[in-house]
């Protein structure tokens, strides 16, 4: 099972921006997406966002459509996540995973901490 390790949280004003990595330990298979999920305090983890390994594509959670950007880079078998015009509701911790699909998840890093102050 590959480990993900996540770096990249802070604490940031309202209408900043921070960038999120995760550094998968092996090979991601193609097929596989890769992307984050958050959970605040007292509600259910959610998605977030999610990229293709192969492919590219990407998919949003509609709270985060048009601030927060995922990409990833294949030969660091990286991913990150661009957030910007960040809000206090987007505080959470942050996980990375991976799976088959974003409903499939294989693997979960150990979470980062995002927090957004108003």
């Known amino acids: 099972q590959v480990q993900l390790v996540e770096s990249g949280g802070g604490l940031v004003q309202a209408g900043g921006s921070l960038r999120l990595s995760c550094e998968a330990s092996?090979?991601?298979?193609?097929?596989?997406?890769m992307g984050w999920f958050r959970q605040a305090p007292g509600k259910e983890r959610e998605f977030v966002a999610t990229?293709?390994?192969?492919?590219?594509?990407?998919d949003y959670a509609d709270s985060v459509k048009g601030r927060f950007t995922i990409s990833r880079d294949i030969v660091q078998k990286t991913v990150h996540l661009q957030m910007n015009s960040l809000k206090p509701e987007d505080t959470a911790v942050y996980y990375c995973?991976?799976?088959?699909?974003?409903?499939?998840?294989?693997?979960w890093g150990q979470g980062t901490q995002v927090t957004v102050s108003s």
């Open positions: 990229i293709m390994w192969s492919a590219g594509s990407t």
């Open positions: 092996d090979f991601i298979v193609g097929s596989y997406v």
């Open positions: 995973a991976a799976g088959p699909s974003r409903w499939r998840i294989r693997s």
